[in-house]
């Protein structure tokens, strides 16, 4: 079920919470939780963005739809809704976004704060970033305080840790339910992207909820067991239809690897009360994501154990449309999972491909007709 954004954060609006708008995937959701602000992951806004038309005005189309959906929701829907952005160095186009978004709101109007931290893409074992790095996030505790009028504590810091934890503890339940067999991947992804714009206490009763339901029998018959199990792997979800498709031909998600997903609740870090300390362990130690590229020697590494982990028979590498990072891995991914007998299918999904997914049912479907020939 498609949730409605706008509807959600208006909501947090008349509430009276200062709502900021987070990208890339991984923000540092417990600072801004410590200091009484809402983060939302302005991440797969493909099912809320109609058109593109504000957007294409300061974009190539060349450009992926994360961008050109998070510009056009920010220049358009997103404006009065937002108390300011947030930001970190991912991609190639996500460095060059901060200005355009800048400007484009000054124009329309709306001048929202703009708050950035630039994250070193280097192996600490190879350059010392840890000075660099702390003073990044400390200079980011004292922005906060000054633009919105709130106070670093401690105690609070580390009760938003703690908090954030048992919510990806949370998450890694129900991924884990969808493993089992007891959870569709759809129904999971929906309730994730709920997530995403709701605050942790809403996340909390979401999650909880979509784990409580679960009854102990398998929601799936005999014949879609681990044989046939499927890894997802990629920046977004593929949309639902996509999804329907997969969980409909035989096939099982078994596991992701998916940026938004999976990546996203895999690391947790310990507590502690310094964020310079905790923050620099967060993203040093982080799961492998290709928009974190120091992360890039430990990829292939993390996906065989995923495969292993599950003993899923395939991979289903869901690519989006002009994602250079992720685009430069596949091959060498499937040349690995290749050499070890595992069967990989790689699908491309576009900016208008919501709708247009047929050509994507007939390889899935072909793809499960393999899998299960190999059986």
């Given at each position: 079920?498609?949730?409605?954004?706008?509807?959600?954060?208006?909501?947090?609006?008349?509430?009276?919470?200062?709502?900021?708008?987070?990208?890339?995937?991984?923000?540092?959701?417990?600072?801004?939780?410590?200091?009484?602000?809402?983060?939302?992951?302005?991440?797969?806004?493909?099912?809320?963005?109609?058109?593109?038309?504000?957007?294409?005005?300061?974009?190539?189309?060349?450009t992926?739809?994360?961008?050109?959906?998070?510009?056009?929701?920010?220049?358009?829907?997103?404006?009065?809704?937002?108390?300011?952005?947030?930001?970190?160095?991912?991609?190639?186009?996500?460095?060059?976004?901060?200005?355009?978004?800048?400007?484009?709101?000054?124009?329309?109007?709306?001048?929202l704060?703009?708050?950035?931290?630039?994250?070193?893409?280097?192996l600490?074992?190879?350059?010392?970033?840890?000075?660099?790095?702390k003073?990044?996030?400390?200079?980011?505790?004292?922005?906060?305080?000054?633009?919105?009028?709130?106070?670093?504590?401690?105690?609070?810091?580390?009760?938003?840790?703690?908090?954030?934890?048992?919510?990806?503890?949370?998450?890694?339940?129900?991924?884990?339910?969808?493993?089992?067999?007891?959870?569709?991947?759809?129904?999971?992804?929906?309730?994730?992207?709920?997530?995403?714009?709701?605050?942790?206490?809403?996340?909390?009763?979401?999650?909880?909820s979509?784990?409580?339901?679960?009854?102990?029998?398998?929601?799936?018959?005999?014949?879609?067991?681990?044989?046939?199990?499927?890894i997802?792997?990629?920046?977004?979800?593929?949309?639902?239809?996509?999804?329907?498709?997969?969980?409909?031909?035989?096939?099982?998600?078994?596991?992701?690897?998916?940026a938004?997903?999976?990546?996203?609740?895999?690391?947790?870090?310990?507590?502690?009360?310094?964020?310079?300390?905790?923050f620099?362990?967060?993203?040093?130690?982080?799961?492998?994501c290709?928009?974190?590229?120091?992360?890039?020697?430990?990829?292939?590494?993390?996906?065989?154990?995923?495969?292993?982990k599950?003993?899923?028979?395939?991979?289903?590498?869901?690519?989006?449309?002009?994602?250079?990072?992720?685009?430069?891995?596949?091959?060498?991914?499937?040349?690995?999972?290749?050499?070890?007998?595992?069967?990989?299918?790689?699908?491309?999904?576009?900016?208008?491909?919501?709708?247009?997914?047929?050509?994507?049912?007939?390889?899935?479907?072909?793809?499960?007709?393999?899998?299960?020939?190999?059986?």
């Amino acid at each position: 079920m498609q949730i409605d954004i706008n509807k959600k954060l208006k909501q947090l609006k008349t509430d009276g919470r200062k709502i900021i708008g987070c990208f890339p995937l991984y923000p540092p959701l417990e600072l801004f939780y410590a200091m009484d602000l809402v983060p939302v992951v302005l991440w797969g806004l493909r099912g809320t963005i109609t058109d593109t038309v504000e957007s294409d005005r300061h974009l190539q189309n060349y450009t992926c739809s994360v961008a050109r959906h998070l510009t056009e929701f920010v220049l358009s829907d997103g404006n009065g809704i937002l108390d300011g952005l947030f930001m970190y160095n991912a991609c190639d186009t996500l460095r060059n976004l901060p200005e355009i978004i800048e400007k484009g709101s000054e124009k329309n109007g709306q001048a929202l704060p703009l708050i950035k931290v630039h994250i070193p893409m280097v192996l600490p074992a190879q350059t010392d970033v840890a000075a660099y790095f702390k003073n990044e996030i400390n200079h980011l505790i004292k922005e906060l305080e000054d633009r919105f009028d709130v106070s670093f504590s401690t105690d609070k810091f580390v009760e938003a840790v703690k908090i954030i934890s048992h919510v990806r503890n949370l998450m890694a339940q129900a991924e884990n339910r969808v493993t089992q067999g007891h959870l569709s991947f759809l129904n999971f992804s929906a309730a994730m992207h709920e997530c995403w714009f709701s605050t942790v206490e809403e996340q909390i009763q979401i999650l909880e909820s979509l784990i409580g339901k679960l009854s102990g029998e398998p929601v799936y018959s005999a014949d879609k067991d681990n044989r046939h199990g499927v890894i997802l792997s990629g920046i977004l979800p593929p949309p639902s239809s996509v999804i329907n498709s997969i969980e409909s031909s035989g096939l099982r998600v078994v596991g992701n690897d998916i940026a938004s997903l999976g990546r996203s609740y895999a690391s947790m870090p310990e507590i502690r009360e310094d964020p310079a300390a905790y923050f620099l362990d967060f993203y040093y130690q982080h799961f492998p994501c290709p928009t974190l590229l120091y992360t890039g020697d430990r990829r292939t590494t993390s996906l065989f154990h995923l495969v292993e982990k599950t003993g899923a028979a395939g991979v289903i590498f869901v690519g989006e449309k002009f994602c250079e990072y992720e685009y430069f891995e596949f091959p060498y991914l499937v040349q690995q999972l290749k050499d070890q007998g595992i069967k990989t299918l790689e699908i491309e999904i576009a900016i208008e491909d919501d709708a247009q997914t047929s050509a994507h049912n007939a390889r899935i479907s072909a793809f499960a007709e393999l899998l299960k020939s190999n059986v």
